[in-house]
């Protein structure tokens, strides 16, 4: 079964995903910030990650390249759902390769099942 790490700092988002990707037959390992998530993946080797940029303490992107910074999770796909506008973030695509961003989902704009749908389809891509 697939492991996802899901890094939403939203108690009540955060339980909203990790049911939806649970009755969908993924194993979920959700955490609130970075650092916890970068122990949770030592704990849980995540197939896949989903997260929020807007983290308290450290961001989205710092946590990224603190994780890429493991050889083992080098080659781990990324979600980005988040509230940061597209605009802002897609202005700099090289990050999105560099960091290993497959999707990008704005938030206001995203279902529930988009979202299951992208880490479906990565999940998949995976296994394959």
Known sequence: ?????LLEPDVILS?????????????VCPTFDAQKAINTADECSPDLVILELQLPV????EFIYE????TEWEKTPVIVQSFVSPN??????????ELGI???FYKPHTSLQQLLA??????????V
């Open 1 to 5: 079964m697939a492991c996802i790490l």
């Open 15 to 27: 339980n909203i995903y990790t049911e939806v990707l649970q009755q969908a037959g993924y194993d």
């Open 58 to 61: 450290h961001n989205g992107i």
């Open 67 to 70: 994780y890429r910074s493991y």
């Open 88 to 97: 802002e973030f897609k202005s700099t695509p090289y990050i999105w390769h």
């Open 102 to 104: 497959v999707k990008y």
């Open 118 to 127: 992208g880490a479906q389809e990565q999940l998949t891509t995976i296994a």
